[in-house]
């Protein structure tokens, strides 16, 4: 198992948002979670990741205890996410954005003797490349359009070199041409890869066709799991999670 998630729990306020969850992720896998708007998706990507301390439980990632690391060191260990919104440099161009991305994960500082613009410029461009981006280089990152902006932010959380990637949402707010094509292209990645894919996403049709597996979550927690046909057949994710869309 390249990730286990052991009895994680998170409340705001009183309330709790994700309550006792506990999965694993094998190497290789095509994993999403689903459940509806607020079900705590995001919540556990981000106690995952380290972005939000977790009240209780353990984060195991390639066998070390990932619990109360800070975020960038987790990345630095191999796991890297996009998030849910936007996150990029909107006045740095999109090689500048990845670049900065790949000067982090070296962990290189600028100093006289380097030239900005030549620096990790081939691991730069490869990562364009890998994510379509290679005419788009010179453009104002936050003039592209959605589609390519969440390209960007997929080239960014690859510059880290992850074993592992957490997708929050990466087609929200896309078009169906654009989501389709961002989903071929995070998957020919993961493939070529041998990339981990965990990832949220609203659209049943995308995360039915691409799945291996399956973790359906309901007012933070886990009800469900298995491939999509098991979770399809479920009778309990059908009336919590397919209910409204069968009546309509
Ligand atoms: N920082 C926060 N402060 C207070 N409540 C939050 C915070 N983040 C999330 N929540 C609440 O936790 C629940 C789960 O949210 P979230 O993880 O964003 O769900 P999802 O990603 O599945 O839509 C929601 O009710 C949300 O309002
Ligand atoms: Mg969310």
Redesign the pocket.
């Known amino acids: 198992m390249i990730l286990q998630v052991e009895n994680v729990q ?1 409340s ?2 009183g ?1 709790i ?2 309550k006792d969850v506990s999965f694993s992720v094998a190497k290789g896998e095509l994993c999403s ?1 689903i ?12 106690l995952i990741t380290g972005h ?1 301390p977790l009240d209780k439980g353990r984060v195991i990632f390639n066998g070390i205890d990932i619990t109360r690391r800070p975020a960038h060191k987790i990345c630095r260990l191999g796991l890297g996410r996009s998030f ?1 919104r936007i996150n990029i440099f909107p006045k740095l161009t999109v090689f500048e954005n990845v670049q900065a991305a790949v000067l982090t994960h070296r962990g290189q500082s600028l100093n006289f003797f380097t030239s900005v613009q030549s620096l990790f410029r081939r691991e730069t461009e490869e990562l364009l490349a890998m994510v379509g981006l290679q005419d788009q280089r010179q453009a104002v990152s936050g003039s592209l359009s959605y589609g390519f902006q969440k390209q960007l932010e997929l080239g960014i959380a690859l510059a880290c070199e992850p074993a592992m990637l957490l997708l ?2 990466p087609t929200a707010g896309m078009s169906a041409r654009e989501t389709n094509a961002t989903i071929e292209l995070i998957a020919s990645i993961a493939r070529d890869r041998d990339l981990t894919l965990l990832f ?1 996403e609203h659209d049943m049709a995308v995360v039915f066709s691409i799945a291996e597996r399956i973790l359906v ?1 309901h007012q ?1 927690q886990l009800i469900a799991g298995g491939s999509p046909d098991e979770v399809r057949a479920n009778p309990v994710v059908q009336d919590i999670y397919f209910g409204k869309a069968r009546c309509s």
Request: no cysteine; proline share 4%; charged share 20%.
């Open positions: 998170k705001f306020d309330f948002a994700v979670i459940g509806p708007n607020g079900a705590g998706k995001t919540t556990i990507f981000n939000l849910q929050d949402e949220t979550l933070g």
